[in-house]
T-cell receptor, first 114, second 115 residues
Framework: KAGVTQTPRYLIKTRGQQVTLSCSPI?????VSWYQQTPGQGLQFLFE???????NKGNFPGRFSGRQFSNSRSEMNVSTLELGDSALYLC?????????????FGPGTRLTVT | LAKTTQPISMDSYEGQEVNITCSHN???????ITWYQQFPSQGPRFIIQ???TKVTNEVASLFIPADRKSSTLSLPRVSLSDTAVYYC????????????????FGKGTKLSVKP
């Protein structure tokens, strides 16, 4: 089974721009979650989608948004980028149902904001 | 979710057994204990999960005493490739099972294995 894939792997953006990151979950998984990882704050939960519905949201500003498509693929968008948004963005999938507790993480997208 | 406390770092040598203890004094009745491993610039990887007593799989063992206020991840005969950050998470399955995504990671334990 192919693992979780994330594209792009690396990205450099300028302050004020917006960015869209993509995540393809493991086949059959319907839950996709996003996390931000920085050296200072560690791993922080952004949001979770299940069957195209956002089920949970972390404590991040509205500039961070996401969506999930019918094939379970997910995208997250960050608008008006700030220097502090530089981080490793991780996507994780699990499933197929909500009873499964093990999450599988992708390799992440390294975003650098200059 | 219950708060967890782990050592910030640990050093070991190849071939030794490593035990990483996690303290979770406020663990609730429905909470499970889960450990993840993370290598630099990679996503965390599930290692093991347990509720009480002892759980063993092909990579690790998890020891949980009767009061469940702590747990110990045991890695037998570590190698250089076990150098990573290890996270202990505590929560009920509704927190990160039913609602899959809301895993709360602490700072983790940075394990360094030396030759």
């Amino acid at each position: 089974k192919a693992g979780v894939t994330q594209t792009p792997r690396y990205l450099i953006k300028t302050r004020g721009q917006q960015v869209t990151l993509s995540c393809s979950p493991i086949s059959g998984h319907r839950s996709v979650s996003w996390y931000q990882q920085t050296p200072g704050q560690g791993l922080q939960f952004l949001f979770e989608y299940f069957s195209e519905t956002q089920r949970n949201k972390g404590n991040f500003p509205g500039r961070f948004s996401g969506r999930q498509f019918s094939n379970s693929r997910s995208e997250m968008n960050v608008s008006t980028l700030e220097l502090g948004d530089s981080a490793l963005y991780l996507c994780a999938s699990s499933g197929p149902g909500l009873e499964v507790y093990e999450q599988y993480f992708g390799p992440g997208t390294r975003l650098t904001v200059t | 979710l219950a708060k967890t406390t782990q050592p910030i770092s640990m050093d070991s040598y190849e071939g030794q057994e490593v035990n990483i203890t996690c303290s979770h004094n406020n663990i609730a009745t429905n909470d499970y204990i889960t450990w993840y491993q993370q290598f630099p610039s990679q996503g965390p990887r599930f290692i093991i999960q347990g509720y009480k007593t002892k759980v063993t799989n092909e990579v690790a063992s998890l020891f949980i005493p009767a009061d469940r206020k702590s747990s110990t991840l045991s890695l037998p005969r570590v190698s250089l490739s076990d150098t990573a950050v290890y996270y202990c998470l505590v929560g009920d399955r509704a927190s990160y099972g039913g609602s899959q995504g809301n895993l709360i990671f602490g700072k983790g334990t940075k394990l360094s294995v030396k030759p």
